[in-house]
């Protein structure tokens, strides 16, 4: 049995280019930006006023002017205009071009206007004051967004700015979603007795769409021949199948033979961790192959654990390590790695990782009471103290 580490390494050893396309700006929030996003002209355009008030020439101010006979209404959206007497002032508003010959903008709250002359009444003024120079904060040419970035509401205005109306992104992968298993029915049937609803697929789902990945669902029961014809034409439609269920020793759990007989290449059965211990990774020329156990708190956590660098990976991002501070003692026994369920909580800064008594990788619900997982490694020692620091998955903003 591999340990995690290695499991993850085999994982980002295959991972797939998907390529890139070009879609509406607007569409591209959560994906990763695949070029570069250049200012279009200088950051602003031109010297921009940055208050509604009167602009003049500083030195006739210095002088001791106070009167300025206004000359006309310099608006936002007008071309620019030019102050034709220098000791004169136009009325200037936020977002306007700065008129010609002017270099200082006094805010109204400073000036008495009357129809024909703004009289300013503070005593001191700075020459150039409230104007928003042009290039200022970027210039012509520079890169204002790099690529690989993902995209956030940030970018989207960024974007927009620079009359970016379609944008390259990285092209996701065609995923289908598979639970098996004879005691599944759908969310909208009364389960029997001895039957539950399915829950994993919808997880799988909502933990792509985190990715903005789309993802097609289905369900096979539990008969090796079904399970055959239709992984071999899932095989050849998409390129990453990820399963849950069918993958640890029981009597039904057909993939692993199904997959191996369909000739996907089996890179590791089983790794040493808790939950999520029977996970199956293989490949094909064409596609990816996660078989997670069906148990939910384990699909959940190999998602996170395996698929999601995959993934990031894949597209050409690094998935940074966070980490959290260990809140109490935690007693684990197994010689394997621990996906502990946690809360997590900030203070002064330092995320506190609090351990949740669930019930074992069958108990779905847990998942609800918890913030994300701890990963504690595998290791001889008993004990791990309060204090610690480990890496954690969350799956809350927090
Ligand atoms: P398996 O890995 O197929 O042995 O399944 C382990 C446990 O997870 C069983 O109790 C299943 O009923 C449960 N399980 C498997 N698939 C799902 C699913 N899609 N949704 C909810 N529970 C599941
Ligand atoms: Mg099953």
Redesign the pocket.
């Known amino acids: 049995m591999i340990t995690v580490a290695k499991a993850k390494h085999i994982i980002l050893e295959n991972t797939q280019d998907f390529g890139i396309e070009e879609i509406p700006f607007l569409q591209a929030i959560g994906r990763i930006l695949k070029e570069d996003i250049v200012a279009d002209r200088d950051f602003p355009p031109f010297n921009r006023v940055a208050m509604d008030g009167i602009a003049i020439n500083h030195r006739f101010f210095e002088h001791g002017i106070r009167d300025f006979k206004i000359e006309g209404i310099q608006a936002a959206g007008n071309p620019q205009q030019t102050l034709v007497n220098a000791a004169n002032c136009y009325e200037v508003m936020t977002g306007a071009v700065l008129p010609n010959n002017t270099d200082t903008v006094i805010r109204y709250e400073d000036v008495d206007v009357n129809t024909l002359v703004a009289t300013i009444t503070i005593d001191e003024i700075k020459e150039g004051q409230n104007i928003h120079r042009k290039g200022s904060d970027k210039s012509k040419g520079t890169i204002l967004i790099k690529k690989n970035t993902i995209i956030s509401a940030a970018e989207i205005g960024v974007l927009a700015t620079v009359g970016k109306t379609t944008v390259k992104v990285a092209k996701q992968p065609k995923v289908m979603i598979v ?3 004879d ?2 029915v759908d969310v909208n049937e009364n389960p029997l007795n001895h039957q ?1 609803r ?4 919808y997880t799988l789902v909502s933990l792509l769409n985190n990715l903005k990945i789309p993802a097609e669902t289905a369900h096979i029961t539990d008969e090796k021949s079904i399970l055959k014809e239709k992984i071999e034409s899932y095989l050849k439609q998409y390129d990453v199948l990820l399963f ?5 020793k ?1 009597k039904f ?1 057909f993939l692993p033979e199904v997959l191996d007989e369909l000739g996907v290449q089996k890179l590791f059965h089983r790794v040493s961790q808790r939950p999520g211990k029977p996970f199956w990774f293989g490949v094909t020329d064409n596609c990816n192959v996660f078989a997670f ?4 708190v384990s699909t959940f956590v190999n998602c996170m654990v395996y698929f999601y660098p995959w993934y990031l990976t894949s597209a050409g991002l690094h998935s940074e390590e966070k980490t959290a501070i260990l809140a109490e003692n935690i007693n684990f026994k197994p010689n394997l790695s621990c996906f502990m369920q946690v809360n997590l909580t900030s203070k002064n800064g330092q995320v506190y990782a609090t351990p949740i008594q669930g019930n074992g990788s ?1 108990d779905l619900a847990s998942l609800v009471e918890a913030d994300g997982f701890i990963e504690l490694p595998k290791t001889e020692e008993i004990e791990f103290k309060k204090g610690s620091v480990f890496p954690i998955l969350t799956y809350r903003s927090f």
């Open positions: 639970s098996t298993g005691e599944l539950i399915k829950s994993n697929v849950s269920g069918a993958v640890s029981g759990d156990p069906g148990n939910p069958g």
